[in-house]
């Protein structure tokens, strides 16, 4: 996976979602980077989550998250967890 293709969910996890906030926080973590940030990244995030999710395993997602952000996902529910969560907070 490389990080240029990625860029834009390398910075929501980075800005956030790093490891200082809990996962109940995640939500509304979506919901403050939707008002910040233009309409055009928020497609862009939900493209590269989208296009990850089609053509990556959840091991390979999860060795790039824990390479390029502080967070260790450790299992497929959370990875799947943190890719519908994101998806769904920038389709509302």
């Known amino acids: 996976m490389s990080e240029k293709k990625y860029e834009t969910f ?3 996890m980075q800005c956030y979602f790093c490891q200082t906030y809990y996962w109940s926080e995640l939500k509304n973590q979506v919901k403050e980077y939707r008002s910040r ?3 055009s990244y928020c497609l862009k995030l939900k493209k590269e ?8 395993t959840w091991e390979v997602i ?3 998250i824990s390479k390029n952000t502080d967070r260790r996902l450790g299992n497929e529910e959370n990875v799947n967890h ?3 969560t994101i998806l769904g907070g920038l389709s509302n």
């Not at 989550?49 to 990556?56: G, Q």
């Open 10 to 12: 390398i910075y929501f």
């Open 62 to 64: 999860n060795r790039f």
């Open 49 to 56: 989550l989208i296009m990850m999710r089609e053509t990556h």
């Open 82 to 84: 943190l890719i519908d």
């Open 37 to 39: 940030e233009t309409a």
